[in-house]
């Protein structure tokens, strides 16, 4: 049976430090969170003590395969443990990775919470580029992109995590989520003027996905370099004899908030149905490398892609089939492991995309990322009579994803919305309540001065007697308002709460 | 790290009435910019009831579009070159 698909977004977003002769990019990212973080400390209040709570790296293997080895030659990535990383109140992590600022989702039930917290993280980035710019001398500012490459070859990621059962065996996963990777890309896409891969813009002047050009290999552990289209990172952050996390790097990420539900939505259906067994072997793919490129350079969505068996198929009527397998399953199983509600939108809008895109493309622009961006270049193509490799159509590529209200295109575009601002703005403080987020968040907010670190899966605190307690939480569906709220609302202190929970 | 976090609310105190004043002027020009964008999707419901013909509805968007484009070349980086040029990311994940 498949179980509560809990899931999150990390994003890295790309970053400029102006005003600067040659910017350290690490510098800036660490400048922007700092700025942000030492705003709340100034402000007090519901945030009191998180900045100086850090990350906790005891649980972290970023090294582990689940195919229960280590590649030959294959490079692990490297956890960097002395820039700036911190745990805020709505249980999300902001920190520094490689040279760009990332921020993690709390853990979230499904998709559509999701979308609420990646959308309430733009706009603690956003925040942090007004905190920053108050603190940088006059004539610098940081500005902050959510996208995934700099168009020159340089690429970042926007990484999903899905909680998966450790029974299900980790080549079942690869065999059948794969074809969906490949393939998604159609609705969830971002949009790329041009190609990082030496074709030039005659040979693909725009592209369905920011990170297509950079996947070289099926599976992997890899994430910086020969990416893998399946990352085989085994580190649950949760009891490991129980659970895998499988973590996803093969995304865009998304300015778009129905792509990010359908993109993460989609992605759990496909994940619960493998669980279940219920994908059939003739959906998989021949050669997943080319055919994902293949995809994200056919603007006319008609060139097919070949499956094991011979038989070709436009990465459309494969989506279109995994749909209808999907509402064959959930009539069978029921959507309680990805939201009931939450489970029936999926189905309507992933039904409801594909017809857009079958018949009258211009009629998703408002949900589709790639198809927005295609719409507006084009008709600035137009306007100003421009050729392909114009700079000017780049610059609108890059500005689309520009986070400054005043300067991002995509709030231009005519976006369809799915939250409402006062959620984000509560998700910028509050945990999601049905998760062990909560626990986290919440005990950040009201016992910051006790809690000395913070994980995934654990929280230590120091209530002044030594040792320092900590309170594991390998359990991702626990520590729930239901299940601690009134815990935590009737404790004085950590010590307390401690007693409370009988730790 | 250059940013000492003790160094940061004495300036940030100092700049607390220009902040407030910038923060009122960038919702300001959000507002008056967004007005377009929310009147075309107004005119859309509107307008698709009356008009269901695709010829109809390409001319539609094309207005609709004309509007944003406007818009873009007033958010659009002048310099595009340069802007484009510049902006180099290290690889990440």
Known sequence: ?503 | MSCGSRAVPERIEALTDEQVDEEVDMEERERIRRTPSERSSEQETDETVEEPTSAVAGDRIKAELDGLLDEIDEVLETNAEEFVRSFVQKGGQ
């Open chain 1, 1 to 503: 049976m498949a179980i509560p698909k809990i899931c999150g977004i990390e994003t890295e977003y790309g970053i400029a430090l102006r005003g600067v002769e040659d910017p350290n990019p690490i510098t800036a990212s660490a400048i922007l969170i700092n700025s942000y973080l030492s705003e709340l400390a100034r402000r007090g209040g519901a945030v009191h003590g998180a900045p100086q709570v850090g990350w906790d790296f005891v649980d972290e293997t970023p090294d582990r395969d689940a195919r229960g080895f280590m590649a030959a030659g294959a490079m692990p990535p490297d956890v960097e443990t002395h820039m700036v990383n911190a745990v805020l109140t709505n249980g999300a992590r902001y920190y520094v990775d490689h040279a760009h600022p990332e921020l993690s989702t709390p853990e979230c039930a499904d998709a559509r919470s999701v979308v609420v917290f990646d959308r309430a993280a733009e706009l603690i980035l956003e925040r942090s580029m007004r905190d920053a710019d108050t603190f940088l001398p006059e004539g610098q500012s940081i500005v902050v992109y959510k996208n995934n490459s700099d168009g020159k070859g340089n690429s970042y990621g926007c990484h999903e995590n899905y909680l998966f059962d450790r029974e299900t065996p980790f080549g079942n996963i690869v065999r059948f989520i794969t074809p969906h990777f490949v393939t998604r890309q159609v609705f969830c896409g971002a949009g790329k003027v041009g190609s990082e891969i030496g074709a030039g813009p005659e040979a693909v002047p725009f592209q369905l996905s920011q990170r297509a050009d950079f996947f070289e290999e099926e599976v992997g552990l890899e994430t910086t370099l020969k990416r893998p289209i399946v990352n085989t990172r085994d580190e649950p952050h949760a009891d490991p004899s129980k659970y895998r996390r499988l973590h996803v790097i093969v995304g865009d990420a998304n300015m778009s908030e129905v792509a990010t539900f359908l993109k993460v939505g989609t992605t759990a259906i496909v994940s619960c149905m493998i669980e279940d067994e219920w994908l059939p072997g003739r959906l998989v793919l021949r050669a997943p490398v080319p055919a994902i490129r293949s995809v994200s350079t056919d603007l006319s969505l008609a060139r097919p892609i070949e499956l094991e068996d011979g038989t070709r198929i436009t990465a459309l009527e494969l989506q279109r089939e995994l749909h209808r397998l999907a509402v064959e399953w959930a009539a069978a199983r029921g959507l309680d492991c990805v939201g009931a509600d939450v489970g029936a939108e999926i189905l309507q809008r992933w039904d409801a995309v594909l017809t857009g895109l079958e018949s009258d493309r211009e009629s998703v622009a408002g949900q589709v990322d790639w198809v927005a961006k295609l719409r507006v270049v084009d008709a600035y193509r137009d306007r100003h009579g421009l050729g392909w490799g114009d700079a000017r159509l780049r610059a609108l590529d890059l500005q689309y994803h520009d986070l400054r209200p005043d300067r991002s295109l995509a709030r231009r575009v005519g976006l369809e919305r799915l939250c409402g601002d006062e959620e984000i703005e509560a998700a910028v403080t509050e945990p999601p309540h049905d998760t062990r987020a909560y626990f986290r968040g919440r005990c950040l907010a009201k016992f910051g001065d006790e809690v000395v670190s913070a994980n995934w899966d654990s929280l230590v605190f120091d209530i002044g007697s030594d040792p320092l307690r900590r309170v594991p939480m390998m359990e991702p569906g626990r520590g729930t308002a239901s299940h601690v709220a009134s815990v935590i609302d009737g404790s004085r202190n950590a010590a307390e709460l401690l007693d409370r929970l009988g730790s």
